[in-house]
């Protein structure tokens, strides 16, 4: 940038600044030297904002042209091209960092400083000069808005919702074990009764009927009143199980297995959003290049329907072929409109993996349309490393903990009991009662110390049946492990396959290419010197169009297969380091 005042027509400031190009991965380096190199522009241009430092009209009393008209920017720079004086750069990448970069050249004459200096003399807010600016710092934020693959898949992997499900399960889980654990710890109870209630008791006993018919101690008194009194009571009880034959700790296995499951179900969700997101990315890259190739394609079909028209408004040609051209080049523009509504799909899948709007969706080709070498491949990664593998084994250990905890089931149940009770009534040995008070509060303190033993005979039928339950989940989740080792083995071949092929399609590409080219030019020289007919034209030009989308298509079908690979392995990482 140039401060020091200059006569017209040059300008008085010039901002100049290298952004990326859209359809080039940014340079990290080259885009940090450019957006810090113009926000020193920007901030020289602040006091001019300001109007601290406005030039007076008398500084510069020649007018210059219009400022529209200064504004040379959004050009393409070739590799080899010059840069402007403004904008070299003494960095040794200055020229790989030029390579597809876009030069945004901004001259800011003295007509447009005057201006602004009138306006703001005038109160008014017009700005024509922070316009630009703001114009040019939103330009180069869009620019470097690209989204990469591996943004994309670092992103699915925290924000795709049924990770988050995963992980929620997995606390659960651990919850479970915290659960699984307080069967260690004592247990201590404590109750209290206040009731008013009749005081007749007689001898015989009843069956137990689940608290139907509450229980009076005391003697028999040869009453039949309804007469009440009250009664009270307060005690506490206090429960441990000193050993259980393992039990608990069987039970603490059983609820550490179901947690090693949940978490290794959270490499598996994750491994399937980062697959569907670059899935989904690869999905747009090559949607966008089957729209450049429809759009030459469109080009082409419209420059024949224009010569074939003119031939045949000067009656050189029959009208029949305007027809047929008009035919191909709707052809054609249907085929890139569908081209077009492929990128739109595939963009909103990758906003529902990431949760964005899809207009968001700004994706860097980065290294993936160029043709991968020969020796680019993946490391072989062990078959207990899938993730899917690793979920399936946690789902066997946690049956067989479960069986485990079943055959320490049937055993004796010992607990060590202490208790502390008082208890008050209304009513004496002799029938008496107290006055209105009596029994309220209690006034007769007991204490017990002792041991229970249980042993639950009729519960080994049961337990039988839920053992054969478990071994049969036992072998449904080995069934289903071998199934998932097929499908491996499977998966593995298949995509070893593709790769291979998608090597040789990619291989054979420009000769393709070449021929359809080659085929097109000589059917077009033949239909210009009336040798050929409208009809070889126009087939040979929807095969050089679909050449040119299978050429494209072939350098990204084998990172289609790496990434194929690389999913059948359980590990998108390692395609994600390939492409950087």
Known sequence: ?????????????????????????????????????????????????????????????????????QVRALAPLPKDAPLPKDAEDPSPNRSRDREGAVALVVDLPARAVRRQSL?????????????????????????????????????????????????????????????ARTAFLPRADLGAQLNRATHNNIFGLTLPQAGLYPTISGPVLRTNSMESVWGTAVGVLVQWEPFDFGLRKANVDAAEAARGRAQAQIAVTRLQAAAAAADSYLTILAAQQTVAAAQAGVERARVLDQVVGTLVRNELRPGAEASRTRAELAIAETQLIQAEQAVEIARANLAQVLGVPPASIQVAPGRLLDLPAESAGLPDAPLAAHPVIAAQTTAIAEVQAREKALDRAWYPRFNLEASEYARGTGIQPDGSTGNAASGLGPNIQNWAVGMTVTFPLADLPGLKARKEIERAHERAERARYDQLVQDYNGELARARAILSGARRVAANMPVQLEAARQAEEQATARYKSGLGT?????????????????????RLNIWRALLGLSIAQGDVSSFVQLTR
């Not at 040019?136 to 989204?147: D, I």
């Open 1 to 69: 940038m140039n401060l020091s005042p200059q006569s017209d027509p040059r300008p008085l400031w010039r901002v100049v600044a290298l952004l990326p190009r859209r359809d080039q991965a940014p340079n990290p380096q080259s885009q940090a030297r450019s957006f810090s190199r113009f926000s020193e522009q920007a901030s020289a241009l602040a006091p001019l904002l300001q109007g601290d430092k406005a030039p007076s009209p008398q500084s510069h009393p020649r007018p210059s042209s219009r400022f529209g008209e």
């Open 119 to 179: 306006a703001k003399a005038r109160g008014s807010h017009w700005s024509p000069i922070a316009a630009c600016i703001g114009t040019l710092l939103v330009f180069s934020l869009s620019l470097s808005a690209q989204m990469t693959l591996d943004q994309a898949v670092q992103d699915a992997s925290t924000r795709y919702p049924n990770v988050r499900v995963s992980l929620e399960q997995a606390a659960a889980a651990a919850a479970a074990v915290n659960l």
């Open 534 to 554: 409208l009809i070889e034209v126009a087939e040979t030009q929807r095969l050089h169009t679909q050449a040119e989308i299978d050429s494209s298509l072939a």
